[in-house]
């Protein structure tokens, strides 16, 4: 299929419940919940660091990383930083950026980071003409120093899913963590194509924290 070919999916929730079924994929799937003032509260206790994003959103646009320290908050969106010295104050300011569209919450995962960037992957899942699946790309996406958000239309940097891996982990862990990412595309393609036919194509958007594990944060439909 070519580009724009396919069903399209916008809600990042639907797709991560549906990968929250398997029971090999899950365990790659950060903790997740809708945004409401209970779940933040509760979410930012458990885990200390989380994101929030658009249920319905690309480029990076609306992503904010939220965390709790001692009696304080803060939350950064894009270079921006706010501090707060109380819970209500800091989810009232961020209710407002959300300016009535639905957003979830996501455990934040401290990346692997290569001179101190963090570093993600997008790997692109493709059905061809003849109806099979294919992997077109594996590629690292670097943030621009200062941001915590990878995507290239946000100034991040383009390289290569081995060169990523080889510097932000070492050289011995390539081949099994891109083994590992083809494997999670593959079953969780086959997951998203029973519940949603129709769809053509699928980008995945793997992180890898500084323990060497595998998370798997969003899948579009649209990958750019």
């Known amino acids: 299929m070519g580009k724009g070919h396919g069903r ?6 639907a797709k991560t419940a549906v990968l929250l079924s398997h029971s090999q994929i899950a365990p ?4 997740t919940r809708m945004f409401t003032k209970a779940n933040m509260r509760s979410m ?3 885990h200390g660091m989380v994101v929030i994003k658009p ?5 990076g646009h609306g992503v904010i990383k939220v965390s ?19 819970f209500d104050a800091c989810y009232q300011s961020l209710n407002a ?13 401290r990346l692997a980071t290569i001179q101190g960037r963090p570093i993600d992957y997008r790997v692109k899942h493709v059905k061809q003409a003849g109806g099979r699946w ?3 790309a594996i590629v690292g996406r670097l943030a621009k120093p200062g941001l915590f958000v990878t995507n290239l239309c946000r100034g991040g940097t383009r390289m290569s899913g081995s060169e990523g891996i080889r510097r932000s982990l070492s050289a011995a862990a390539v081949s099994s963590k891109k083994q590992q990412m083809r494997t999670l595309t593959k079953l969780s393609t086959q997951m998203l194509q029973n519940k ?9 958007d793997f992180g890898i924290d500084q323990s060497g594990k595998l998370w798997i944060f969003e899948v579009n439909t649209r990958p750019q």
Do not use: D
């Open 8 to 13: 399209q999916l916008a809600s990042k929730w």
């Open 28 to 31: 790659h799937i950060p903790p």
């Open 44 to 46: 930012l206790h458990a």
């Open 55 to 59: 249920v319905c959103g690309a480029g």
């Open 68 to 86: 709790h320290e001692g009696s304080g908050y803060k939350y950064t969106y894009y270079a921006r930083t706010k501090h707060f010295t109380g």
């Open 97 to 109: 950026m959300r300016n009535g569209r639905r957003y979830m919450i996501q455990k934040g995962i």
């Open 134 to 136: 294919a992997i077109t």
């Open 196 to 204: 949603f036919p129709g769809i053509g194509q699928l980008g995945f």
